[in-house]
């Protein structure tokens, strides 16, 4: 396994994988980075194809941008959800599963989650400190845990 350090890892802040084969909840601050990430490659996805395909209709396709913004929103993170996790999850070596933490989520509770985080914005992660396994308000609405991965 991959030697890595993760803030809020260790035994004061939660379970530690051992041996034994215990789940690993990465830390708020993991969470919060891995968000921060997809938001960005969100925006480079959107100024990509503005730039390269309504760049003469700037000023008069605001809405459109913003429309724009909101379906990829809504379809980056639930399909990158359903499939284990966003590029900025697994770029922090995290994964999402079903509470079980083996099965994948389902299409239902990726959309569920996603809309529950999209509605509450950065308040459901408050719920982080206070779940045994770190979850947030949206995993606990979706039934869904994020784990660190084990390499």
């Given at each position: 396994m991959e030697d890595?350090?993760?803030?809020g890892s260790g035994p004061e802040n939660g379970p530690e994988?051992?041996?034994g084969?215990?789940?690993v909840y990465p830390s708020m601050l993991n969470r919060l980075q891995a968000m921060f990430f997809d938001f960005w490659i969100i925006v480079a996805i959107v100024m990509?194809?503005?730039v390269n395909f309504f760049d003469m209709y700037?000023?008069?396709l605001v809405g459109l941008k913003i429309i724009l913004f909101l379906i990829i929103l809504?379809?980056?993170?639930?399909i990158g959800a359903m499939t284990g996790g966003t590029i900025g999850y697994r770029t922090m070596g995290m994964k999402i599963r079903r509470e079980d933490g083996i099965s994948r989520i389902s299409i239902a509770q990726a959309y569920k989650r996603s809309f529950v985080?999209?509605?509450?914005g950065m308040l459901t992660f408050f719920w982080i400190g206070s779940d045994p396994k770190r979850r947030a308000l949206h995993d606990k609405v979706a039934g869904t845990v994020v784990l660190l991965s084990r390499k």
């Open positions: 890595r350090e993760f803030a994988e051992e041996d084969g215990q789940d990509l194809l503005f700037e000023e008069r809504f379809i980056y993170d639930p985080k999209f509605l509450l």
